[in-house]
């Protein structure tokens, strides 16, 4: 049974491209959360999914970033136009339902140039 | 003030050395997660605590519901130990608040 799965690991991009970051949950897990770490500070929450479904964005900047967990294949955390800013750690966790532990993949550093 | 605090902030320990890292929360909560996070960067589920205490190998970790505070213990703490510990707390079902984490580092 493997593990929640993030992918690329590591993601360089330029200013003002896009950055697509995937998120595979573990089978049979149907809630994603999607997490960032900014260097030195603590995780902080941005986006709770289900299946077709966004539950709770309150943690999404307002304006660039955009996640979706359609009915089939990965979880995906979109930023559009990147800055410097969004440079960062980004965790995905995966719980089944009704369950609130969380089972995390490793990561996704990405680095805007 | 943050809704989660953890104290302290960073601590270096000897190897064998009892290791305990506290989190205080300010909010009402139905669980409490503690998770290691490495020096690579992965992070791990360690305890999920509602209330009482519950052990796995050489980690202990207790939750005081009333008093809003929650402890991990580290016995016999080795160099493999040495890692960001992150306490989280559940608001509700679906929001999740965590601490800014202990830097731990366990020395030979």
């Known amino acids: 049974n493997a593990g929640v799965m993030q992918n690329p690991r590591h993601l360089v991009r330029r200013r003002g491209q896009e950055a697509r970051l995937r998120c595979s949950p573990m089978k049979g897990h149907s809630h994603v959360y999607w997490y960032r770490q900014l260097p030195e500070e603590g995780l902080k929450f941005m986006v709770y999914l289900q299946k077709e479904n966004i539950i709770d964005e309150s943690g999404m900047p307002k304006e660039r970033f955009s996640a979706e967990f359609p009915k089939e294949g990965p979880s995906i955390l979109r930023i559009q136009q990147v800055v410097r800013g969004d440079s960062a750690a980004y965790f995905c966790a995966s719980s089944p339902p009704l369950y609130y532990i969380q089972y995390f993949g490793a990561g996704t550093r990405l680095s805007v140039l | 003030k943050n809704e989660v605090e953890q104290s302290p902030q960073n601590l270096t320990a000897q190897e064998g050395e009892f290791i305990t890292i506290n989190c205080s929360y300010s909010?009402?909560?139905?669980?409490l997660h503690w998770l290691q996070q490495h020096p690579g960067g992965g992070i791990v589920s360690l305890f999920m605590l509602s209330s009482g205490k519950k052990k796995h190998g050489r980690l202990i970790a207790t939750i005081n519901i009333q008093e809003k505070h929650s402890s991990l213990h580290i016995t016999a703490s080795h160099p493999r130990d040495s890692a960001v510990y992150i306490c989280a707390v559940w608001v509700g079902d679906d929001k999740i608040i965590f601490g800014k984490g202990t830097r731990l580092h366990i020395l030979p």
């Open positions: 909010v009402g909560i139905s669980a």
